[in-house]
């Protein structure tokens, strides 16, 4: 099963697996942004920074997580009336990460997360974590918040992930974890596509309602919704005990 030994990291500064015999615990994959990183408001921020640059309405929070999709490019069909072009995707996209990446430095936690990170380690599980946001950017950011040794193992993008979802990014992720159960495994994130991802690999996911989607949106995927991380911790403690009784 998953390792109960600590991380390691790799010569190009990766969380790798040490494994051992394990004991059958549920593992957790977490997603970061507007999970365990609270970034909603840099997120709309930063979006109505490029919106102004590139001839679009502002928006409120409330809407984005009315219209947010993964793939991204879907999310700025819904706001532009029509599928973007090549030539304007590529433009929205740097022009967001250049407004969010600014803002993002003074994000801080999800409440509670680095303490429920702590306790679920210290009671002997394992977690992981897997992330549309580019693989550079993210680690150095995880390290910043103190929580990296929490992790068997860190994964942002090197992939076009915001254009293509999470799915082959949480193969990629999960066939790395030498033991992958999925029947012992829950994704918790705060998109429907999370979702899409713990499904793709057989796993399960709770979603959470404190990032990028509303409610609403999050209980059309048909999976556990919560409104802490708490919760979803609980949660997937539940889901893997009655798999297993099953």
Not at 226 to 231: I, K, Q, R
Request: one cysteine or more; proline letters at 6%; glycine letters at 8%.
């Amino acid at each position: 099963m998953f390792p109960a030994a600590p991380p390691r990291m790799s010569p190009r500064g990766r969380t790798v697996v040490v494994m051992d015999s394990g004991t059958g615990r549920a593992h957790i994959v977490w997603d970061w942004n507007g999970t365990l990183l609270h970034d909603i408001d840099a997120v709309v921020d930063a979006s109505n920074a490029a919106f102004a640059e590139i001839g679009l309405p502002p928006i409120t929070a409330a809407r984005y997580r009315e219209l947010y999709c993964v793939p991204v490019p879907r999310f700025y069909e819904r706001l532009m009336g029509r599928p973007p072009t090549e030539e304007e995707w590529a433009e929205m996209d740097a022009v967001f990460h250049r407004h969010y990446f600014e803002r993002a430095e003074n994000a801080g936690l999800a409440e509670g997360a680095a303490e429920l990170l702590a306790d679920w380690r210290g009671a002997g599980s394992t977690q992981s974590l897997c992330s549309l946001a580019p693989h550079d950017h993210l680690l150095p950011l995880v390290r910043r918040h103190g929580i990296e040794e929490h992790f068997v193992r860190v994964d942002g993008s090197r992939l076009d992930g915001p254009r293509q979802g999470k799915a082959r990014q949480m193969a990629a992720h999960v066939a790395a974890l030498d033991g992958f159960d999925p029947r012992r495994t829950v994704v918790v994130g705060d998109a429907v596509d999370d979702a899409v991802a713990a499904a793709h690999v057989g796993a399960r996911a709770v979603l959470y309602t404190g990032g990028s989607h509303s409610r609403a949106s999050l209980e059309a995927a048909g999976v556990p919704v919560v409104d802490s991380l708490a919760e979803a911790v609980e949660t997937a403690r539940r889901v893997v005990e009655e798999a297993a009784a099953g």
